[in-house]
């Protein structure tokens, strides 16, 4: 994976760029309200975008229709998967712990007989 990606997706206009994306093919023109910014604008984080290989452009006639290329979403996740092993084994050990809190003031509630 290169580093290039996370420097890609660190502009929050690019994000809403590729969630915009998320919901199918599009032209320049259609992601303009989406992202709200100038159609110069979108057409700049699409060049980056594409350069990135996070999006595929397809020439329909006159337009130029845009969308996701999966491979590098799979990509990111796959580095992500290693580091999700680490926060899952976390949140378990917490989960515990406040399931053994939560008997405890439940024992500790009870009244006495």
């Not at 979108?42 to 290329?69: M, N, T």
Request: hydrophobic fraction near 40%.
């Amino acid at each position: 994976m290169q580093f290039d990606m996370f420097q890609t997706l660190a502009d929050p206009t690019r994000r809403r760029v590729l969630d915009a994306l998320s919901h199918g093919e599009r032209q320049v023109n259609d992601l303009v309200d989406d992202v709200g910014i100038h159609q110069s604008g979108v057409s700049r984080h699409l060049r980056i975008l594409h350069e990135a290989g996070f999006v595929v452009v397809r020439p329909d006639g006159q337009r130029r229709l845009y969308s996701l290329k999966p491979d590098p979403f799979r990509e990111l996740d796959d580095w992500l998967a290693k580091y999700r092993g680490l926060w899952e084994a976390r949140l378990d050990r917490f989960g515990a712990a406040l399931a053994t809190r939560q008997a405890q003031n439940e024992t500790d509630e009870e009244p006495a007989v």
